[in-house]
Nanobody, 125 residues
Framework: QVQLVESGGGLVQAGGSLRLSCQAS????????MGWFRQAPAKEREFVAA????????YYADSVKGRFTISRDNAKNMVYLEMNSLKPDDTAVYYC??????????????????WGQGTQVTVSS
């Protein structure tokens, strides 16, 4: 059973930066695509970024491209989301997730089988 624990959320002013971390337990971390999703109040959860199992390929939502960077450290079972130039529209609960299929990628939420509890990011104007 995979457990994912996010950290690093908080309150930041517009234009600021935050780094989210996600610690994964369990084996075979390096076999799976990892992703970050977010859910703002009264909105559906949406894809933010994903990184394939070896870290070679990354994908981003258009709304965060150029501002956010996803990375991973397979030796530590960690995935990160570096967020720069934050905007009030980035305010949301951010979730770390693991794809349920080894060595495959899709940004579809339905393919991510394991989820963390989420960490709140609030960007003030």
């Amino acid at each position: 059973q995979v457990q994912l624990v996010e950290s690093g959320g908080g309150l930041v002013q517009a234009g600021g930066s935050l780094r989210l971390s996600c610690q994964a337990s369990g084996r075979s971390f390096s076999s799976y695509t990892m992703g970050w999703f977010r859910q703002a109040p009264a909105k559906e959860r949406e894809f933010v970024a994903a990184i394939t199992w070896g870290g070679d390929t990354t994908y981003y939502a258009d709304s965060v491209k150029g501002r956010f960077t996803i990375s991973r450290d397979n030796a530590k079972n960690m995935v990160y989301l570096e967020m720069n130039s934050l905007k009030p529209d980035d305010t949301a609960v951010y979730y770390c997730a693991r794809d349920g299929r080894a060595y495959q990628y899709s940004k579809a939420e339905t393919n991510f089988a394991s989820w963390g509890q989420g960490t709140q990011v609030t960007v003030s104007s």
